[in-house]
C-alpha cells in the first residue's frame, strides 16, 4: 500500500487536477482573496457604524435615564412636602375640632344652667348653624326641654339635618 501512494501516478495525477482548476483550497482562496478583502472592509465599516450608533443611542438613554431619575428625586421630594403639609393640616383641624368642642362643652353647660325659656329666647337670637350645632352637642334630656322655646322653623331644620344623616 505504500507503494502505491508514494508512485508517481497518483502525484502526477493530482498535480494535473490542480492544473485543471479543480476546486482545492489553494487556487480557491488566490482568486477571492481580493473580493473577500473588500468585502470584509465593508463588514467591518458597516459593524463600525451600527457599533456608533448603538453607542450613541445608549448615551442618550443614558442622558434620558439620568433626567427621569431627577425628575423622580424631584417628585418624592415635592410629594414628601405634601404629605408633611397634610399631616400639618390634618392636625391643626383635629386641635380646632377639639377646640370647638370644648367651647361647644361649655356654652350647653351655661345653657343648661338656664330656664328652659330664657335658654330657648337666647338660641333664637343666634345664627342658625349654631342653634343647629349646639343641639346636636347637647344631650337628649337638655334638648327636649328647650326645643318648645326654639323657633319652630329651626328645629324642623334640624330635625331634617338629623334625619338626612
Known amino acids: 500500500m505504500r507503494r502505491l501512494l508514494l508512485s508517481p501516478g497518483p502525484i502526477a ?3 494535473y487536477l ?6 482545492c483550497r489553494t487556487a480557491a482562496a488566490a482568486e477571492p482573496r ?7 472592509s465593508d463588514d467591518a465599516a458597516t459593524l463600525e457604524l451600527k ?3 448603538m453607542a450613541e443611542r445608549e448615551a442618550a438613554l443614558k442622558a434620558k435615564e439620568d433626567a427621569l431619575g431627577k425628575l423622580s428625586a424631584t417628585l418624592d421630594a415635592r410629594l414628601n412636602e405634601l404629605n408633611a403639609a397634610k399631616k400639618a393640616i390634618e392636625a391643626s383641624l ?3 375640632k377639639k377646640q370647638d368642642n370644648e367651647r361647644y362643652k361649655k356654652m350647653i353647660k351655661i ?7 330664657q335658654a330657648g329666647d337666647l338660641l333664637n337670637k343666634l345664627d342658625g348653624k349654631m342653634v343647629i350645632d349646639l343641639l346636636n352637642q347637647m344631650d337628649q334630656k337638655t334638648a327636649v326641654k328647650l326645643i318648645p322655646f326654639i323657633n319652630q322653623p329651626r328645629v324642623l331644620e334640624w330635625t331634617r339635618l338629623n334625619l338626612a344623616d
Do not use: V
Not at 490542480?18 to 476546486?23: A, D, F, I, S, V
Open 34 to 40: 481580493g473580493a473577500t478583502a473588500r468585502q470584509f
Open 18 to 23: 490542480l492544473g485543471q482548476g479543480m476546486p
Open 51 to 53: 457599533r456608533q450608533q
Open 13 to 15: 495525477l493530482a498535480l
Open 111 to 117: 345653657y343648661k344652667g338656664l330656664k328652659p325659656e
Open 94 to 96: 383635629i386641635a380646632k
